[in-house]
Nanobody
Framework: QVQLVESGGGLVQAGGSLRLSCAAS????????MGWFRQAPGKEREFVAA????????FYADSVKGRFTISRDNAKNTVYLQMNSLKPEDTAVYYC??????????????????WGQGTQVTVSS
């Protein structure tokens, strides 16, 4: 069982930056690939970024590539999402998720076993 708690969301102006954190409980965090997803009002949840269990591989949605960076610290049981050059269209609730063992389908939300409660990110124009 893994519990995930996101933090770091908030209100920022376009062009600004935020760093989201996702703290995981449990002693097996390093066995999980981790992902970030987001859901804007009236839209379906979409993939943002993912990272392999050891941080050796990262993946990004085209819409955030070059602006967002996912990273993890297994010693702290935490995964991060650094978001730069934010745009109003990045406004959404951001969720972290854990996928035991990881898979090639890192962008598929149904592959993930555990989810956090989400943190709101609002980007004003």
């Amino acid at each position: 069982q893994v519990q995930l708690v996101e933090s770091g969301g908030g209100l920022v102006q376009a062009g600004g930056s935020l760093r989201l954190s996702c703290a995981a409980s449990g002693r097996t965090f390093s066995r999980y690939a981790m992902g970030w997803f987001r859901q804007a009002p009236g839209k379906e949840r979409e993939f943002v970024a993912a990272i392999s269990w050891n941080g050796g591989s990262t993946f990004y949605a085209d819409s955030v590539k070059g602006r967002f960076t996912i990273s993890r610290d297994n010693a702290k049981n935490t995964v991060y999402l650094q978001m730069n050059s934010l745009k109003p269209e990045d406004t959404a609730v951001y969720y972290c998720a854990a996928d035991y063992g990881g898979s090639s389908y890192y962008a598929n939300q149904y592959n993930y076993d555990y989810w956090g409660q989400g943190t709101q990110v609002t980007v004003s124009s």
